[in-house]
Structures are given as structure tokens and as C-alpha cells.
């Protein structure tokens, strides 16, 4: 039986799909991130990453105990938690009326597009979060450095091309 720290920061075994599972994880976030934003709206989404977060440092420090490796691959809850920020920028909310459903999706793919980009690069200061952390906080603090990186870039891209 897994333990639950492993199940945790896989996101339920999401961490072991064959390839590419850290965009699979942000790509279920992306999905998983409408319905938050529509029912809760952004600030329960930025509650919902930052939840993932916490949740996710004790998890992940737990993983890399157990498996003796500093950023095992297979914990993609930090995925979950930056892709939950950057969305959380994503979709403006004004009088309670939600954007098209278009710009919705313009806007969510932009938000999963900068965060990987941002993930994967890993740009000054995701690389020096990276660096400069150990056991689950390092595994995670990248990821929301990333995720707000990604957020305030579609907040810009969104100014300059308004939908």
C-alpha cells in the first residue's frame, strides 16, 4: 500500500505517468482550476494553490526522505499548486460576470503555456528558489515562483492585448 505522503505528492499516482508527468499534472490543474474559478473565483483559487503548497511541502519532504532523492519527478504537486496560481491571474472577474468562454480558454492556455515555460527554463529566481531550498519547500518553492511569474505575465499579455 503506498504511503500517503507519496500518494499526496504524486497527486494520487498522476507524478508516474510514463512521460512528461510534470505537464500532465499541470494540465489536469489547468482543467481542475475552471470550475474553482467559476464557482470560487480567483481568491479561493490562490487559497486552493496555497493549500497545495503547505500540504504539499510536508508531503514532498516526506517523499524525499523516503526515497533518499533530492527532486524526485514523480512529485507533481508542485505542478498543481504553480499552475493553480499562474490560472488564478487568468481569468478577471468584474461585477460577478464571468469572461467569455473564448477568453477563458485564451486566457487558461496562456497561463498553462507561461508556467511551463517558466518550469521547464526555470528563469532567475525560479533557478535560484531551486537552488537555494532543500527537502519539500525546495521541491515546491520553484513551482509557485514559477506560477506567479506566469500569473503577472498573462496579467501583462492580457493589458496588451485586450480580449
Known amino acids: 500500500m503506498p504511503r500517503t505522503a507519496t500518494v499526496i505528492a504524486s497527486v494520487g499516482g498522476i507524478g ?3 512521460f512528461a508527468s510534470g ?5 489536469v490543474a489547468a482543467l481542475l ?6 464557482f470560487g473565483g480567483p481568491v479561493i483559487l490562490v487559497a486552493a494553490s496555497i493549500l497545495a503548497f503547505v500540504i504539499g511541502i510536508a508531503a514532498c519532504d516526506a517523499h524525499v526522505r523516503a526515497t533518499g532523492r533530492e527532486d524526485p519527478s514523480e512529485c507533481v ?7 493553480w496560481l499562474a490560472c ?7 461585477g460577478g460576470l464571468m469572461p467569455q ?24 529566481p525560479v533557478s535560484w528558489a531551486e537552488r537555494s531550498f532543500a527537502g519539500g519547500l525546495g ?12 500569473g503577472l505575465g498573462v496579467v501583462l ?3 496588451a492585448v485586450p480580449l
Open 33 to 38: 482550476a475552471l470550475p474553482i474559478l467559476f
Open 157 to 159: 499579455i492580457r493589458y
Open 101 to 124: 468562454p473564448q477568453d477563458a480558454a485564451v486566457t487558461l492556455s496562456l497561463a498553462f503555456l507561461l508556467f511551463r515555460l517558466f518550469d521547464i527554463w526555470k528563469p532567475w
Open 88 to 94: 488564478a491571474f487568468a481569468l478577471p472577474v468584474f
Open 139 to 150: 521541491v515546491m518553492a520553484d513551482d509557485m515562483i514559477a506560477g506567479l511569474m506566469a
Open 23 to 27: 505537464t500532465v499534472a499541470s494540465a
Open 77 to 83: 504537486i508542485d505542478e498543481v499548486a504553480g499552475q
Open 16 to 18: 508516474y505517468f510514463p
